[in-house]
Structures are given as structure tokens and as C-alpha cells.
């Protein structure tokens, strides 16, 4: 079988060329002339993920028939916001590895990660003002907002396993699914364009953020740091109650439910999610998780067959299924 990086390159032919100006707009954005500043910025440069959101961006509007000469600097923009977000997220949780490498705040500290963070975003949107439509700044405004909101519930809600899976779906859809929804917007709208068709294809982003999300969660609690690139197990220190375990939270008796909290809360515990795998059927917890996954991805499949069949939207299916596959 294939890598997964392989097998990803193959899905993202039909805009490959497309990609490389995605990556050369925002090496270009984020070069500076402090040294210091420089150094940073190369860091986070070796921490390229998988671009899956400003692949997105160009897929939507190759499948759409909406591909603009603008389209390769929106995908830089939202993969600039994304990177940014990562940068802070990393202080929240605490984090040390992301994509096998250091994290900013553990090469360097938290006061220089909150920099850098903001350093990134305003990068974002300085090239965001010189596209022809504002289309971009005021969408991916409005979805800052929604992300930082859907951070701060989730802070509120740590420790909370009487969470409803709604309110799971909330601020997951907040904090992860906005981008995807405003990446696939984007390509299918941008400069303005077609509103409903817009709106079809923010949904379908929608659906695969939150699947993307869930996996991420489920991956947390399952996967090795080595295989993952990035610490696994922050989910069960920081206290968010995710979905596979909100799952096997209530699947379990009084007696293991109070485990699972005393796993999560009680001093000393050396390995919070080693605790919880000792007292609870987490792999069942994430089997129903995953089916949900499934789901979602299943939903973002029935818009996408709404398209014309074309190369960028085989892509787009492979992507979607890689999305439930992915194991980093
Ligand atoms: C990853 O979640 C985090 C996000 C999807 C969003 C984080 C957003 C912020 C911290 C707000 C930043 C705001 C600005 C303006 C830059 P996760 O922790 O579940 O995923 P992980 O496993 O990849 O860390
Ligand atoms: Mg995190």
C-alpha cells in the first residue's frame, strides 16, 4: 500500500501546478527581515502539514468550474490562518511535537508563540486586502471569530461529562469545521459568485471538518506520537471530553464512570490516557465515533455527487474518504 503522503500527492494532481504557487505565496508572505523573526518562520516553514484546506480551496473551484487567477493566493490566506491557529493551539494544550517538530512554545516559549501566532494571522490578512474582492477577508473574519468562540466553549466545558453530543458537534463544528466550510466556499464563490452553490459546498466542508476532527480526536486517544508527528493523549490532560470518550462515558456503570473522571482529575496520575484505557472500553467509544465520521463523510459525498463528474471532483472524493483513513 501506499504512503499516506503518496497517496495524497497522487489525489491532488489536478492542481498540482496550482499548489506549488499556493506554497510559493506563502513562503513569500512570511519571509522578514529580523533575524529572529526569520528563524521562527523557518521553524513553522519545516512544519508543513498536509495542506488539506488550501487544497480545498483550489479543488472547490476546480470542481465548481470557479477557478480564479485570485484562487492560489485564498488558498495561501486560509493555510496562513490555519497555521496561525496551530501556533496558539499548541500553548493551550500544552503541546510539544506538531508534524515532528518541536513546537513553538517548546523551541522557543509561550510569549514567543502568541507573537508568532499573531505574527502569521496579520500575514493572513495584509494579503487578504490586496485581492480584487473582499469576499475573503470578510468570510475568513467571520470565521476567526467562530474558531477563537468554539476554543473558548470548549475551555468552559472541560471536565463536562454530562456534555451532549450536540453541544460535542458545536464546537467541534466551531473550532475545526469553519475553516473547512469557508475553504469550500471560497472555491466554489469566489470572487462572489453563486450563493447556492456557496452554501452547497460550505456544507460539504462542514461535514468533512467535523469528521476530520472526530478522527483527530479518535487519533488522540489511539495513535503513537512516532506515527502521528505530534503528542498524542493532550485530549484526556486538558480535561476535553471528546467524542469516543463522551461515548464510552456513557456506555459505562456509575462505578466506571467515576474511574473515568478520577482518570482525568485525580493528582499524580502519571498517564491520564493510559487511566482511562484501564478503566473503560475506549475502543468501542471509538468505533461509535468513527461511525459517526463515517457519516458526515457520507453527506459531504451526496453534495459532492450533485457536481459534474470531473478530475477535481474525483479528487475531492478520495479526499474526503483519505479524511477517514488518515492515521496522522
Ligand atoms: C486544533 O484542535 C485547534 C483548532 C482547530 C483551532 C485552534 C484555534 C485557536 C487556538 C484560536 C487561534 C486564533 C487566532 C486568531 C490565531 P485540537 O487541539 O483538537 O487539534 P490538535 O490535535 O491538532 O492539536
Ligand atoms: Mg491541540
Redesign the pocket.
Known amino acids: 500500500m501506499k504512503g499516506s503522503k503518496a497517496a495524497l500527492a497522487e489525489l491532488l494532481l489536478p492542481v498540482a501546478p496550482e499548489m506549488e504557487r499556493m506554497r510559493a505565496i506563502l513562503s513569500a508572505q512570511i519571509l522578514e527581515s529580523s533575524p529572529a523573526v526569520s528563524d521562527m518562520t523557518d521553524h513553522v516553514a519545516r512544519f508543513q502539514g498536509k495542506q488539506l484546506r488550501g487544497a480545498l480551496v483550489l479543488l472547490t473551484g476546480e470542481a465548481t468550474g470557479n477557478t480564479t487567477d485570485e484562487h492560489a493566493a485564498v488558498a495561501a490566506i486560509v493555510e496562513l490562518?490555519?497555521l496561525?491557529?496551530?501556533?496558539?493551539?499548541?500553548?493551550?494544550?500544552g503541546?510539544e511535537v506538531?508534524r515532528r517538530v518541536a513546537c513553538v512554545n517548546q523551541r522557543w516559549d509561550n510569549q514567543i508563540a502568541v507573537l508568532l501566532?499573531?505574527f502569521?494571522?496579520a500575514r493572513a490578512f495584509a494579503l487578504s486586502t490586496q485581492l480584487s474582492s473582499r469576499l475573503c477577508s470578510r468570510l475568513l473574519a467571520d470565521t476567526?471569530r467562530t474558531?477563537?468562540v468554539?476554543?473558548i466553549e470548549q475551555s468552559t466545558r472541560r471536565f463536562d461529562f454530562e456534555m451532549s453530543l450536540a453541544d460535542y458537534e458545536k464546537i467541534a463544528g466551531q473550532?475545526?469545521a469553519s475553516?473547512y466550510s469557508a475553504a469550500c466556499e471560497l472555491g466554489a464563490r469566489y470572487p462572489g459568485g453563486n450563493q447556492e452553490l456557496g452554501a452547497r459546498m460550505a456544507e460539504a466542508g462542514r461535514c468533512l471538518g467535523l469528521a476530520f476532527?472526530i478522527v483527530?480526536?479518535c487519533?488522540?486517544l489511539t495513535a503513537r506520537e512516532e506515527e502521528l508527528g505530534?503528542?498524542v493523549g493532550?485530549?484526556v490532560e486538558d480535561g476535553?471530553v471528546?467524542l469516543p470518550v463522551l461515548h464510552a462515558y456513557r456506555a459505562s456503570g456509575e462505578h466506571a464512570r467515576a474511574a473515568i473522571r478520577d482518570a482525568y482529575t485525580q493528582p499524580d496520575v502519571p498517564d491520564r490516557r493510559a487511566a482511562l484505557f484501564a478503566v473503560c472500553d475506549v475502543s468501542a467509544g471509538v468505533a461509535e465515533a468513527e461511525a459517526r465520521a463515517r457519516a458526515l463523510v457520507d453527506s459531504a459525498l451526496e453534495i459532492l455527487a450533485t457536481l459534474p463528474p470531473s478530475d477535481a471532483s474525483r479528487s475531492m472524493e478520495g479526499l474526503f474518504q483519505f479524511v477517514l483513513s488518515r492515521n496522522q
Open positions: 490562518i490555519h496561525a491557529t496551530l501556533v496558539h493551539d499548541d500553548i493551550l494544550d503541546a506538531r501566532g499573531d502569521l494571522y476567526t474558531l477563537c468554539g476554543e473550532k475545526t475553516l476532527q483527530d480526536d487519533l488522540d505530534k503528542t493532550t485530549d476535553k471528546t
